[in-house]
């Protein structure tokens, strides 16, 4: 009993000093935060996992490969670590964890599933190959089995009552929250992650399913297999993730998140972050784009008050602000999050990203260049993104205009493909989509790209911004009609039909937006009438439906909606940015479906 008192008071003593280091960390002192974990970072689970993670973010940004294999290194020796402190009979090597585990115990197998995690993200990023593919699988499976075990054993209510149990409540929070929310399952909702028995026995994913799945997953926002896009995956791509292993019900997932964000344990902001993400990003881009973002206001709201000047928490205030389409103070809460700290540039390049497009929304094309420029200057993420966007940018400058630092956009256009890279073995969608763009500008006798910065804020969902502004609704259909004019003045080419459909697609969101619905209605349909006469983009035709089909809900035609998303959806392939128009396909009709239950309505089913 002795042995256990002492274990619970070293235990004790070294949360606290993980939380004064986050503490410090949220305060931009980032050196402090890891000076306080260093000394005890090879004999504590908890001052190994958090100096591990801070490696793990701060490698993740730079995206140098000596510093993805070193927090890589770091993170499996956190794992050491909490593998020392768990009993031999593993939780999931046990049919009643719980009865044998000390509290000790119980808190090196939660953070022995979180070093799980974040060594199969560093995993898909240490090399192309598919071995490292499973293997960063196989990890995250294990993690899984883990966090649900211990989640079947705090429901029976058996935790001691200390002062740690609401760390190891907010770690299993985590987890959980983490793989209800981005896990969802196809076919069981409703019944969450704890209730999962069926599929215990399949150790292995099988490599094609793997296959399958990356091959979807790699066309998102994030470019890694973890669980961080999954609960808004279309139907086809979950029934593959369930049989590998992986099920959930999103809202078990979200409310578990919020109580692990909303507590004061070691785990909350990561809690606070994922749910912020998922928020601001993943539901805005890959979604329709029109949630209301209280949510997240209420969340960020307490962390904001309590660190007026934290990096992190400024960037989702812009962040917030942006999406509104308050571009204004979304600009100073970015410029802010960079003058706040100088210690990590990498903050600094998230802000950089946004600055670019509050700017391009407002049309500013200089200022969207400088910050295009400053990020392929400086940060490794993307770089043939980044050149292909000063040259976008550039080029929706009027031609007798004096471009920056002497820069032209064709030769920047053509410098684009020997920026690939590979990420886990494969391209970034967004950099193929730029690859394949900028192939115009091979030719000696080259045709320009129209709208090129345009075109590519469609791809990031940017319009919905646009919407909420009239003015910068105006300057970007000015910024089409122009287009427009330029396109019949011009000799045709092989290429004519493409952009007259690209201008039109554009038009008819921002006519939609400006409450047109009848002119919209005709460019959506001038784009599918065109099909056959498309050469090259023919990603155009099934967002043309799909935005068409965006259209008809907003005016009740709800059956006819989900007739052209069945169309969008099952009658064109292989396109460009295809998983992209998915997930929002897939949105739409979750929306209708939800909508229909809850109205009892009958008609055509969407799905």
Not at 141 to 159: A, G, K, T, W
Not at 307 to 320: Q, V
């Amino acid at each position: 009993m002795a042995l256990e008192g002492s274990s619970r008071s070293t235990l004790e003593a070294a949360l606290a000093e993980c939380t004064e280091a986050l503490n410090y960390f949220l305060h931009n002192q980032f050196s402090e935060s890891l000076e306080v974990l260093q000394p005890r970072a090879r004999d504590s689970m908890y001052h190994a996992l958090i100096y591990a993670t801070i490696q793990e973010m701060q490698a993740m940004m730079t995206f140098e490969h000596e510093d993805i294999l070193h927090a890589g290194h770091t993170m499996k020796e956190a794992q050491e670590i909490c593998q020392r402190f768990r009993r031999k009979s593993t939780v999931t090597g046990s049919s009643r964890p719980g009865d044998a585990c000390t509290e000790e115990e119980l808190h090196a197998e939660v953070c022995y599933a979180e070093c799980l995690l974040h060594r199969a993200a560093l995993t898909f990023l240490q090399d192309e190959n598919m071995v490292n593919f499973i293997k960063g699988g196989i990890k995250v499976r294990n993690s899984y089995l883990i966090y649900r075990e211990l989640n079947s054993f705090i429901q029976s209510n058996r935790l001691p009552a200390s002062s740690a149990r609401v760390h190891l409540e907010g770690g299993i929070a985590l987890g959980i929250g983490a793989f209800n929310l981005f896990c969802l399952n196809a076919g069981k909702e409703g019944q969450h992650l704890q209730d999962q028995r069926a599929l215990e026995e399949k150790a292995m994913v099988p490599c094609d399913t793997l296959v399958n799945i990356y091959s979807f997953a790699d066309e998102q926002v994030g470019i890694l297999f973890s669980p961080q896009t999954l609960s808004l995956f279309p139907p086809r791509i979950l029934k593959l993730l369930e049989f590998a292993g992986f099920s959930g019900d999103k809202d078990y997932g979200l409310q578990q998140l919020h109580h692990g964000a909303t507590t004061p344990n070691l785990r909350a902001l990561l809690c606070a972050m994922l749910l912020l993400c998922y928020y601001t990003f993943l539901t805005f881009i890959l979604g329709i784009g029109e949630d209301d973002f209280s949510e997240a206001e209420a969340l960020l709201s307490p962390y904001l008050s309590r660190y007026p000047k934290s990096a992190i928490f400024l960037f989702f205030a812009g962040r917030i602000e942006e999406i509104k389409g308050n571009i204004g103070e979304a600009i100073r809460k970015f410029e802010e999050g960079c003058s706040v700290q100088q210690a990590w540039k990498q903050f600094h390049h998230m802000c950089y990203w946004e600055l670019m497009w509050c700017f391009a929304y407002k049309g500013m094309w200089k200022m969207a260049y400088f910050y295009a420029d400053l990020l392929s200057k400086e940060n490794r993420w993307s770089k043939a993104m980044y050149v292909y966007m000063k040259a976008a940018f550039l080029s929706m400058l009027p031609p007798e205009e004096p471009r920056p630092f002497g820069e032209k956009e064709v030769e920047l256009f053509r410098q684009v493909s020997s920026f690939k890279q590979k990420i886990a073995g494969k391209s970034p969608p967004t950099e193929k989509f730029a690859i394949r763009k900028a192939r115009r500008y091979k030719a000696s006798e080259h045709v320009p790209l129209l709208v090129p910065a345009l075109e590519m804020m469609y791809m990031w969902n940017g319009f919905t911004v646009l919407g909420k502004r009239q003015e910068l609704l105006e300057g970007t259909l000015e910024t089409l009609t122009q287009a427009e004019k330029r396109l019949q003045e011009v000799p045709a080419s092989e290429y004519q039909v493409d952009d007259q459909c690209l201008v039109l697609l554009l038009k008819g969101l921002v006519l939609k937006h400006l409450h047109s619905p009848a002119e919209a209605e005709a460019c959506f349909s001038a784009v599918h009438s065109s099909e056959k006469k498309i050469r090259y983009d023919h990603y155009l035709v099934p967002n043309a439906l799909l935005e068409l089909s965006l259209l008809y809900v907003a005016q009740g035609r709800s059956e006819e909606a989900v007739h052209l998303l069945r169309r969008a959806k099952n009658n064109y392939k292989n396109y460009s940015m295809e998983s992209r128009t998915l997930f929002r396909i897939h949105a739409v009709l979750s929306k209708l479906k939800a909508s229909q239950e809850e109205n009892g309505a009958d008609g055509a089913s969407p799905s």
